[in-house]
């Protein structure tokens, strides 16, 4: 039995790693999920055959009681509320690990002196700290997704200070456990601020900054666990662990690389602050246009690309976008969709939604290889992405956003942008590609506005 569980282990890390090989490509993508999923439970069976359990109970409630939450989350939870749902997975696994190491730490004090010594408590200390830090992290950046908090960063006079200040008492509330693991009130003292932590880490961060706060969260609760396996002298949780931990901080990488942005400045840099807007800028002038006119400018292109953001989200506007998408390629219309890697709320948001809606996947565009198609483009429909767009993070050195990556939609020769109003984005600065000769704006709904320009596409079709 002992090797038959190994070889168990074995393929349920392979799975693991294939699933992260396949979630590169949304062609692939389901597969991934799958491969994970059948991972996972390979891992569970071999877990149950590798120790004798004597209560089944506690087993048992925990897993009714999950799957009482777990399938009418994944069934009622809408599309556009995938990023909150990520954020709360990480929140419940972090607090997991974090329960576990409390469970372990207090479980080994009547024999502390042989059990809790050298990389073990180190382990221990690791798990907890990352567990407990994330889990309020995780619900905090649930929070600032569904509004309940703030959108805009939430600060105050010295606040990194204090916040360097209190992970320096919680660090060295942690080499004192290490050194004397039988402090045993040391530990809910360290898993206090390990808590307040989470949440002053997050609270100063702006909407914008969601999906790489969503990446680090991810790679700070796969540490966790990784730690947690060290601790519990499982290969198999460190291996998944690792490469929970690792894949979460490469994408943090990616996105950060795609805002042009560092890591302190993602977590201290409060951006997204209102920023002033001078009375020349309030004062200019947009051109506007009805669905009507959208509808003829469409029906005369030869190439459309299409660049989604988070307004698209918010309407559930992707099955009408997959409407649009059907008409204008029966139209021999050359439809693509410029896919900028921070757009919407986490990453690959929009890949997801599209996805739902059937979209085919070659048509799914990421933004270095769409970004030359634009000079070529008739027609460039932003719908609902703001920051992502804006010309100024070329050509404003004194703007927040100077340096960032964009999808070069201003280099189209007709720019049509469906928006609610003209609201800054996630920057809190305004897009001059809205003020172009060559942009036209579209006010309304998204779900809305595309569906009266659907509408007026047939009826074009037929006359």
Known sequence: MPTFVQYLYILA????????KWMNSP???????????????LAIVGTFLAFDVHNWSWIVAAFV???????????????????QRTALSHACGALAAALVGTAEFYQRQPTASKDLHGFIIVALVIETLLGYLTFTGSLMAMGKLQE???????????QNTVNFVLFAIALGLAVRLVLVPTDTWIFPVFAALSLLFGVLLIIPIGGADMPTVIAILNSYAGLSAC??????????????????????????????????????????????????????????NVRSASPEEAAQILEAATSVIIVPGYGLAVAQAQHKIRELFDNLTRRGVDVKFGIHPVAGRMPGHMNVL????????DRLVEMDEINGEFPQCDVALVIGANDV????????????????PILDVDRAHTVMVIKRSMSPGFAGIDNDLYYMDKTLMLFGDAKGFVSEIVKELPARMAA
């Open 389 to 404: 767009t804006n010309p100024k993070a070329r050509t404003d050195k004194g703007s927040p956003i100077y340096g960032m």
């Open 13 to 20: 890390a392979g799975l693991f790693i294939l699933s992260l």
């Open 27 to 41: 062609a692939s993508a389901r597969r991934g999920v799958f491969a994970g999923e059948i991972g996972m439970l």
């Open 148 to 158: 309940i908090l703030p959108q805009r960063p939430i600060t105050y006079r010295n």
């Open 227 to 284: 730690a947690m396996g060290f601790a519990l002298n499982s290969r198999l949780l460190i291996v998944a662990g690792a490469l929970d931990g690792s894949s979460g901080l490469i994408l943090s990488i990616i996105m950060c690389k795609a805002m042009n942005r560092s890591f302190t400045n993602v977590l201290f840099g409060a951006f997204g602050q209102i920023q002033t807007s001078s009375a020349k800028q309030e004062q200019r």
């Open 354 to 361: 599209l996805a739902e809606a059937d979209i085919p996947y």
């Open 65 to 83: 009681i999950g799957t009482a939450v777990g399938i009418p989350i994944a069934y009622m939870m809408p599309m556009t509320a995938v990023p």
